[in-house]
């Protein structure tokens, strides 16, 4: 990392396109300029690579590329000391057409805090893969994130559709009869991801919800919906992680006046007490004129009332009419945590390049890592609305 921005510094004219697989990539790399901006300036203004990067090779090639330049080591100091970071890589990279990232699906949380840091530049989605095997892309790379639709390339491997049952959003288990060829797929309709690799998975399920929303040509297009799993249960509620990322975003507009937005979250089903209840762990990004005033307690309670109204009728109705779900508790977590589980991810072996934050945590590690970084802790204050369905006879 700190070589390939030092590289890309040097030459900030030259690059046309920033970008990382996944979002939460790239906001690393930012956060990571951000850390480390006064090294990079200081290799910059002396054309001599920091001895932090040890591999022969790299150095090597970073040697080809550094030369003393104290005008540009000043430009990034100016650009960088400041906290305004909006527009940062506008500024440092003025020639950026676009950003390469993925923001579909669970990263479709990061694009306010791209949006902020980029000056709004354009987002282009363009593939949609995983590690077993690649299925499509993107064929409108330049539209806006949420009409991304991906179109599976038949020819990658074998293509199989589990209907979704639109009232329970469970797939039906895979056996022949079940399954929908690519060719038939139904427009509007949802289905898990099935897959024969050439590699030698047979019928695997990625666990990739998808619904149909056209076609190109006769090839079916797909939006990527959520994984597949339920992530937050008490009881006969069951959270997804779509619902989840909808209820953290129609709380954290309450934090928009006040200048501070959700960098990232995660969640657990604490049963611990009873009634259990749930727990959303945020870190919190503050921007502009509010940065240096915190989010006051009265915000952060309302939010978790708001996150509450966003969760479905069965949630609210175990908090209301039941009392079999306590009140939700949003804890605030310091700055860099988010950082540290990262780190904590890769250190047990994950690949930082496809790493992406879990929205649900239960592994106690990482639960006891989060609690440790918690700088305050919020209940709903009230009841949600919930009002029985009315059965139609
Ligand atoms: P991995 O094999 O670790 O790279 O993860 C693959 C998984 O990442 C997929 O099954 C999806 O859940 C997710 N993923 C990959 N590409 C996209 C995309 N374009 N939009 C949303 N999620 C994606």
């Given amino acids: 990392m700190y070589a390939q921005m030092v590289c890309g510094l040097c030459q900030r004219h030259e690059v046309l396109r920033v970008g990382a697989v996944f979002a939460s990539g790239l906001l690393r790399a930012i956060r990571f300029l951000q850390l ?144 929908v060829d690519l060719a038939r797929v139904e427009a509007g309709r949802e289905y898990e991801l099935v897959i024969t690799t050439y590699a030698g998975l047979n019928r695997y399920r990625v666990g990739d919800v998808l619904r149909v929303t056209g076609f190109h040509n006769a090839a079916p297009q797909f939006q990527f919906v959520r994984r597949k799993n339920v992530l937050l249960s008490i009881e006969s509620d069951k959270t997804d992680e779509a619902e989840l990322q909808r209820a953290v975003e129609r709380a954290s507009a309450l934090l928009r006046p006040h200048g501070a937005s959700v960098a990232e979250y995660t969640s657990q089903a604490c049963t611990k007490s009873i009634p259990g209840h749930y727990v959303i762990y945020w870190e919190l990004l503050t921007t502009g004129a509010g940065a240096a005033t915190a989010v006051d307690k009265g915000t952060l309670d309302a939010c978790c009332l708001e996150m509450e109204e966003a969760l479905n009728t069965v949630y609210r109705q175990s908090r209301v009419a039941d009392g079999s779900i306590g009140p939700l508790e949003i804890r605030v977590v310091r700055g860099g945590t988010f950082e540290e589980l990262m780190d904590y991810a890769i250190s047990r072996g994950a690949s930082i390049n496809q790493y992406k934050a879990p929205r649900c945590v239960t592994f106690p590690p990482i639960i006891e890592l989060l609690d440790s970084r918690v700088v305050s802790s919020h209940f709903s204050p009230a009841l949600p609305h919930w009002t029985p369905a009315r059965r139609s006879d």
């Fill in 36 to 179: 480390n901006w006064k090294e990079l300036a200081a290799d910059i203004e002396a054309g001599a690579l920091s001895p932090r990067v040890t591999d022969a090779s790299v150095r090597e090639a970073v040697a080809g590329i550094l030369r003393p330049d104290p005008e540009l080591a000043q430009f990034i100091r100016d650009e960088c000391c400041n906290d305004d970071w909006a527009g940062i890589v506008r500024r440092i990279w003025p020639n950026t057409k676009y950003l390469d990232v993925i923001v579909t699906g669970a990263m479709a949380q990061y694009i306010g805090t791209l949006k902020y840091y980029s000056g709004d530049l354009p987002m282009a989605c363009t593939m949609y893969a995983s590690s077993e095997c690649y299925f499509g892309l993107n064929l409108r790379p330049l539209c806006d994130p949420s009409e991304v639709s991906y179109t599976i390339m038949p020819n990658m491997g074998y293509f199989e559709f589990l209907p979704v049952d639109e009232a329970t959003g469970a797939a039906s288990c895979v056996d022949a009869g079940n399954l």
